[in-house]
């Protein structure tokens, strides 16, 4: 199984972070991380093709969003979340706001 390459996150520019999280596929995968240390790429698919959920992956760990290691033939995915915090601070914090916790309301914290 091939490595995934992850950029340095100092070379990751902000634009690429909201490039990112721009779809709304790849929002969801990122809050859903919010709320899990790290989870496989099935368990984040929504049911969704692979090949579209793994364009999704490829984008998000171009952004210096996710990190993305191999656990068998298992990906398995976590948010860069000290380094994001350090690199933009709050940044996550504002993604995680906009989870909705099923009451019509948004839950805080990432």
């Known amino acids: 199984m091939r490595v995934m ?15 990112a999280l721009s779809d709304p596929v790849r929002l969801e995968i990122v809050q859903k991380l919010c709320i899990t240390d790290e989870a496989s790429c099935s368990a984040l698919d929504g049911g969704r093709p692979k090949s579209s959920v793994s364009h999704h992956f490829r984008v998000l760990r171009e952004a210096g ?19 994001l915090d350090e690199r933009f601070p709050g ?20």
């Open 5 to 19: 390459k992850h950029p340095a996150i100092q070379e990751v520019s902000i634009e690429q972070v909201f490039y």
């Open 65 to 83: 969003l996710v990190w993305t290691r191999n656990e068998g033939v298992t990906h398995m995915n976590m948010l860069r979340r000290a380094e």
């Open 91 to 110: 940044l996550l914090d504002v993604v995680a706001a906009a989870i909705p916790n099923g009451k019509g309301e948004t839950r805080l914290g990432c």
